[in-house]
């Protein structure tokens, strides 16, 4: 398993197509429903999106990369950043009841 988080905020004036387009992924992973992805994304008060990804193959492909919502999610990320994405590689120190057991 890999996990991962990434930050970044959001320009005030495209944090909610930001929202959406998030949104937009979590509909198709509904539909599409890829083995070995685990999703969460979180949006803070100041448009800040957090968001946590596991995924049991190592090159982080498995799925997630290769739905289209998450290409169109991922076209133009960088222009509505007002902060760039960090990625950091993350490992589950304690869960209780947020995430799903492996």
Do not use: W
Request: aromatic share 6%; net charge neutral.
């Amino acid at each position: 398993m890999k996990q991962r988080l990434i930050r970044y905020k959001a320009k005030p004036d495209v944090a909610d197509k930001n929202a959406e387009l998030i949104s937009a992924v979590f509909a198709e992973l509904k539909t599409a429903n890829p083995e070995g992805v685990r999703y969460l994304a979180l949006r803070l008060e100041d448009d800040t999106f957090v968001h946590i990804v596991e995924t049991t193959t190592d090159d982080g492909t498995s799925g997630l990369t290769k739905l289209p919502a998450f290409q169109a999610f991922q076209s133009g990320v960088r222009e509505r950043c007002a902060e760039p994405p960090l990625v950091r590689a993350v490992g589950i120190v304690g869960n209780y009841r947020m995430l799903g057991e492996p």
